[in-house]
C-alpha cells in the first residue's frame, strides 16, 4: 500500500474511531460556517432592499413646451451612456396627460377642467435613475451644463434631495457596518475553529510523540490530521448547506413582507452550486489549514 494510500486510511479511522470528537468537531465547524452564510443572506438582503430603495428614488428633468422632440431624445440617449446613470425613461407630453387622465378618471370635476382647455398643458420630461444615490449630484451637474439646456425648464433634484442624501447615508452606513462584521465574525471563525482542531490533536499527542521516534515523517504523522481535517470541512460544508436551505425555505416569505423585493429561497436555490463549492472550499480550508498549523509543535521531539 502506498504511503498516499495509508495516509488516507489513516485519516478515515481517525475520524470514525472518534466519532464523538469528530462530531463535536463538525458542529464547531457547522456554527462556523452557519455565519458565513449568514452573511451570505443578510449581505443579499441589505443589497436588494437598498436596489429596492434606489430604485424608487429619480431625478425629473422637465422640458420647455418648445422642446424640439429630437432634441429631447439626444439628451436622453447622452444621459443613458454615463457611466453613473441606471435608467431614463422619456414621458411625452401626451403620455403625461395620459397618465394624468387615468390616475385622475375618477375626478369628475378634475376632468371636466381639463376638457376645457384648448391645449395640452403638461411638459414633456425625463426620468432619470442612478446607479447610486452618491451619484444624483453628478448628474444633476452634467445636466446643468449641457449644451442645448434652453430645451431644460427644470429640474426637481431639489425637492428629492433630502431623500437621496438620507438614502445615501444609509446604504453607506449599512456597508461600512456589513464589512465590519463580516471582518470580526471571520475572525472568530477561524479562531475557533482552529482552537478546537488543536484540542483534538492535543489528545494525540503521545501518539504522535511515539510515531516521531521510532521515525516517522513528518508528512506520514500530519497527513491523517489533515485528512481528517478535510473530512471534517466537507460533512460540516454539507450539513451547513442542508439546514440553511431548510431555514430559508420556511423564512422567505416572512423576510420578503420586511424588505421588499427579496427572495432568500430564489436566492439561495439559484446560487445553491456556487454557495455549496464556497462553503466547502471554506470548511475544507479551515480544516486541512487548522490541522496543518495545530500539528507543529507535536511534530517537534
Do not use: C
Not at 470528537?21 to 437598498?50: E, K, N, P, Q, R
Not at 482552537?195 to 499527542?205: A, E, G, K, P, Q
Amino acid at each position: 500500500m502506498s504511503s498516499l494510500s495509508r495516509i488516507i486510511k489513516y485519516g478515515w479511522l481517525g475520524f470514525v474511531r472518534n466519532i464523538w470528537i469528530s462530531t463535536a468537531t463538525i458542529s464547531i465547524m457547522v456554527l462556523a460556517l452557519s455565519v458565513m452564510s449568514v452573511l451570505l443572506v443578510l449581505g443579499y438582503i441589505t443589497d436588494t432592499f437598498v436596489g429596492e430603495l434606489q430604485g424608487k428614488i429619480d431625478v425629473s428633468v422637465y422640458l420647455t413646451q418648445e422642446a424640439e422632440e429630437a432634441k429631447i431624445l439626444q439628451l436622453q440617449y447622452t444621459l443613458g451612456g454615463r457611466p453613473e446613470v441606471a435608467e431614463v425613461e422619456y414621458v411625452s407630453r401626451d403620455e403625461a396627460l395620459s397618465i394624468f387622465r387615468e390616475r385622475h378618471k375618477a375626478n369628475t370635476l378634475l376632468m371636466a377642467s381639463l376638457e376645457e382647455l384648448d391645449t395640452n398643458p403638461f411638459q414633456a420630461s425625463l426620468n432619470i435613475k442612478a446607479q447610486k444615490a452618491s451619484q444624483f449630484d453628478a448628474i444633476v451637474n452634467f445636466i446643468e451644463g449641457y449644451k442645448d439646456a434652453d430645451i431644460i425648464e427644470k429640474v426637481n433634484y431639489k425637492e428629492n434631495e433630502k431623500v437621496i442624501q438620507r438614502l445615501h447615508a444609509i446604504t453607506s452606513s449599512i456597508e461600512r457596518i456589513g464589512a465590519f462584521f463580516t471582518l470580526m465574525l471571520s475572525l472568530v471563525v477561524v479562531l475557533v475553529t482552529f482552537n478546537t482542531i488543536r484540542l483534538v490533536i492535543y489528545s494525540y499527542r503521545e501518539e504522535i510523540a511515539v510515531m516521531k521516534l521510532v521515525g516517522a515523517s513528518d508528512w506520514f504523522i500530519r497527513g491523517p490530521f489533515i485528512v481528517t481535517g478535510l473530512l471534517y470541512g466537507v460533512i460540516a460544508a454539507a450539513v451547513t448547506w442542508f439546514v440553511f436551505f431548510l431555514t430559508v425555505w420556511i423564512l422567505s416569505e416572512k423576510t420578503g413582507a420586511i424588505f421588499p423585493g427579496t427572495d432568500i429561497f430564489a436566492y439561495w436555490t439559484n446560487n445553491s452550486f456556487a454557495i455549496f463549492l464556497l462553503l466547502v472550499s471554506l470548511g475544507v480550508g479551515l480544516g486541512a489549514l487548522s490541522s496543518f498549523i495545530a500539528i507543529r509543535r507535536y511534530l517537534r521531539v
